[in-house]
């Protein structure tokens, strides 16, 4: 499964559904049911999008009904992106991060051999 990010903007009929029901996002996703995909999280932001909604999907087609489906019943107007594991984008020997037990980070002992500061 694959995962992307659905970034949504209000339109003027969502802001009015949403002026109705406080809790129009929640209730709308709770009972959408897509074969092949599912929300894992929703978040309200700041800035030029009101929503960011994390999904899982099996293909392009599932998340595109989602994004069609959750625009239909909210008044969001949805961009989706499909999100691609920055581990993939170097020699391509990295291992999938979200298969990681632990997030990455520096080690503590981690001292670059050539960086900023080092005149």
């Given at each position: 499964?694959?995962?992307?990010?659905?970034?949504?903007?209000?339109?003027?009929?969502?802001?009015?559904?949403?002026?109705?029901?406080?809790?129009?996002?929640?209730?709308?996703?709770?009972?959408?049911?897509?074969?092949?995909?599912?929300?894992?999280?929703?978040?309200?932001?700041?800035?030029?999008?009101?929503?960011v909604?994390?999904?899982?999907?099996?293909?392009?087609?599932?998340?595109?009904?989602?994004?069609?489906?959750?625009?239909?019943?909210?008044?969001?107007?949805?961009?989706?992106?499909?999100?691609?594991?920055?581990?993939?984008?170097?020699?391509?020997?990295?291992?999938?991060?979200?298969?990681?037990?632990?997030?990455?980070?520096?080690?503590?002992?981690?001292?670059?051999?050539?960086g900023?500061?080092?005149?």
């Amino acid at each position: 499964m694959s995962l992307y990010f659905l970034l949504g903007s209000l339109t003027h009929d969502g802001q009015r559904m949403l002026h109705g029901n406080p809790n129009l996002i929640v209730d709308r996703t709770r009972d959408l049911k897509i074969a092949g995909a599912e929300i894992l999280g929703q978040y309200a932001v700041l800035g030029r999008y009101d929503f960011v909604m994390l999904v899982e999907a099996d293909d392009n087609d599932a998340v595109a009904r989602v994004s069609l489906e959750l625009g239909m019943l909210t008044g969001l107007h949805l961009e989706t992106l499909p999100a691609i594991p920055i581990g993939f984008m170097g020699d391509g020997n990295s291992r999938d991060p979200a298969d990681q037990a632990e997030s990455v980070g520096r080690t503590p002992d981690y001292t670059p051999e050539h960086g900023p500061g080092d005149e």
